[in-house]
């Protein structure tokens, strides 16, 4: 008796978690056929990078602290990085306090907001003349294609110019700083309206309110595990094979009942484990590790806030050192272990640095790996470090499908409680990557059960290709057949009102 009630409960919460959800799994897996090859478009660092002019510090007078002082800027520098606004060389400046400012490195003159006109000269030396703005939309808070402002460092106040070309692209030029922060066409939006936008549950109503918008993905994705998990039982307990010559074991007679059945039975692992692990990329478990602990170790990893006054090799010695070695497009003020260096960028893998204390100094393209191993030590003063290998090619943790992560990258192996696992980037000093035990479950729960990416089959195109594909048409049968129950029985029920 207690089994049948038991039965009967687990149905009826499959059968209406189902109505309510199945026309979002429909969308979830059509969107992750998209998603297979497109991402939300926002505009990275080698795309930027490709857009602008070459750095001219000839006309560049001032030291950084120089300007710091000309502008009367007191607060701590969290980023210093010099480049060119409409052919000008220009500090551009995040503080402690998330000031963005922009000063004119040519005689100190901090740039209070860039006007319409400015920001229209901007736009079209962006994309090289070769199109116009047609109208231009004053922005005060994010819009559906500035989701990333918060991890690509810009505030949400914008000019967004409509140029006039083919692509219809949008170019967003920041108020405070002069600089292009987003750029995206009309290819791009379309393709996110199909893809990311209803596969990550990212209206603009909800990514400008983010904790509601993690709320409701994770809740969502939640109910969705719990629907999975109650078909996955129904399945296993209506299967009944009664003729051993045929491959038919399902006991509905309606046809719609019997193709849920028989595609749920074959895909329904898979779909399980698909939304399972889209709940586990909303982190709703802390697996480690601690923001505070890795925030510390950066800390002292840099040797303290940025010390600007440090800097006293001029940018214009600086920018005629890289020539010999790079179109230098940006420099950033970077510091190491307390001491100070120019990081110039050509691009996202071209970079060089110098450092920037003294005056006969020479660029170089990798930091040693003997600074990061005693940085590590500094880390965990009580622990042994079991490994320290220089990765020339991607491991299971620090990679990339698209292959534009840097390599060769430092990976450090420290053998404490938590098992920790360091990643430096040796051409810019970064600690990009650090994991425990914690996260790199995470890592597999999520993007392994999620993205099928791992290292043997991720790098093996079309291989991966044929894989994903079979498995998600699966996970749609599933849902589109669930789908044609869900609409038969509010028919059925509307028939029944009337």
Known sequence: MFRKKMLKAILLLHRYLGFV??????????????????????MKLDQRLK??????????????????????????????????????????????????????????????????????????????NASQPQTVDTLWQIDQWMAAHRSQGYLPEVYRFKMNDPAATY?????????????????????????????????TILIRNRPVWSQVVIWVSFIGTVMCLTGII????????????????????????????????????????????????????????????????????????????????SPCQ??????????????????????????AYQDAQHTRLLAADQEKSIPFEYFPDSLFISKVRAFQPAQQIKESVILNHYDDYYYSRTFEKRLPVLRVKVDNPEQTWYYFDLKTGQLVLRHEKGSRLERWLYHGLHSLDFSFLVYRRPLWDVVVWVLMLGGTAVSITGLALTWKWLRRKAGKMY
């Open 234 to 313: 129904m399945g296993i307990v209506r299967y009944k094979r009664k003729n051993k010559q045929t491959l038919a074991f399902s006991p509905y007679k309606k046809k719609w009942f019997r193709y849920h059945h028989y595609t749920g039975f074959v895909f329904g692992i898979f779909v399980f484990t698909w939304v399972l692990s889209g709940w586990f990329s909303m982190s709703p478990v802390a697996f480690g590790p601690e923001p505070g602990k890795q925030q510390a170790e950066r800390h002292l990893l840099s040797g303290g806030p940025l010390n600007v006054a440090a800097f006293t090799l």
């Open 51 to 128: 857009q602008l002019p070459p750095v001219n510090m000839e006309t560049c007078h001032l030291t950084p602290q120089q300007a710091l002082n000309v502008a009367g800027i007191t607060d701590s520098i969290v980023t210093i990085r010099m480049g060119m606004l409409l052919e000008r060389p220009v500090y551009r400046i995040v503080t402690q306090q998330k000031k963005h400012i922009a000063i004119f490195a040519d005689n100190g003159a901090m740039i209070d907001k860039i006007d319409v006109a400015s920001g229209n000269q901007l736009a079209r030396a962006f994309v090289h």
């Open 318 to 343: 600086a920018a005629s050192g890289f020539s010999s070695f790079l179109t230098v497009k940006e420099i950033q003020l970077i510091q190491l272990d307390g001491k100070p260096y120019y990081l």
């Open 21 to 42: 959800l199945s026309l979002m799994f429909v969308v979830w897996f059509l969107s992750g056929f998209v998603m297979m090859y497109t991402g939300y478009p926002t």
């Open 171 to 203: 170019v967003y030029v920041s108020f405070h700083t002069g600089e292009v922060v987003q750029m995206v066409n009309a290819r791009q939006r379309f393709w996110a309206w199909l893809g990311p936008i209803p596969h990550w549950i990212y209206p």
